[in-house]
């Protein structure tokens, strides 16, 4: 099983700050990974597929690199909405992976 | 607008069966592949079942294959999952999430999910 790592566990940012969350694969997954947020209560939304593709509706501030094991999200400049828990998701192998996330909170 | 709306959780014994629903609407159903997805409290994500979009074939997380039964009825715009023999770690809020093919699938849409607790 491909094990994804997240880090770091907790961000504190404030508004309009640049968040960098990382996404580690065990072994390479090629370009087949996905962020998702999720928010308190809500259920996850898929902000991008493909490692640097955004999903629909998702904002620019958002965007997705990488390839193979190492794989970053970044928002450009947070907005309030933004803070919550993201998630990555590998599926180089069914039935895939998630890590166990990052928590984005407000400093 | 795309809708996934879960039903059927509550509190079930050990040993127990429950069988939850997901109702679409806002998209051609039939024609698109489901999952069920599961999320234990404070926990992160699991994926737990597949179905194709004619139901022909499914696939099982380790963990609940031969207990968890999906099915679909593309008449009734519905997803199911049926659960039986259920212990405590099948605590979790139940997703049904529609795939969306790219180079591989993803989870496109999600319902707000369903709670199942498993206690005595």
């Known amino acids: 099983e491909i094990v994804l790592t997240q880090s770091p566990a907790t961000l504190s940012l404030y508004p309009g700050e640049r968040a960098t969350l990382s996404c580690r694969a065990s072994?390479?997954?090629?370009?087949?990974l996905a962020w998702y947020q999720q928010k308190p209560g809500q259920a996850p939304r898929l902000l991008i597929y493909d490692a640097s593709n955004r999903a629909t509706g998702i904002p620019a501030r958002f965007s997705g690199t990488g390839s193979g094991t190492d794989f970053t999200l970044t928002i450009s400049s947070l907005e309030a909405e933004d803070f919550a828990v993201y998630y990555c998701?590998?599926?180089?192998?069914?039935?895939?992976?998630f890590g166990q996330g990052t928590k984005l909170e407000i400093k | 607008e795309v809708q996934l709306v879960e039903s059927g959780g509550g509190l079930v014994q050990p040993g127990g069966s429950l069988r939850l629903s997901c109702a679409a609407s806002g998209f051609t159903f039939s024609s698109y592949e489901m999952n069920w997805v599961r999320q234990a409290p404070g926990k992160g994500l699991e994926w737990v079942s597949y179905?194709?979009?004619?139901?022909?074939?499914?696939y099982y997380a380790d963990s609940v294959k031969g207990r968890f039964t999906i099915s679909r009825d593309n008449a009734k715009n519905s997803l199911y999952l049926q659960m039986k023999s259920l212990r405590a770690e099948d605590t979790a809020v139940y997703y049904c999430?529609?795939?969306?093919?790219?180079?591989?699938?993803?989870?496109?849409?999600w319902g707000q999910g369903t709670l199942v607790t498993v206690s005595s």
């Open positions: 179905i194709s979009s004619t139901g022909r074939t499914t």
């Open positions: 998701q590998q599926r180089s192998n069914w039935p895939g992976t």
């Open positions: 999430a529609r795939d969306i093919k790219t180079t591989v699938t993803w989870f496109d849409y």
């Open positions: 072994q390479s997954v090629s370009s087949y």
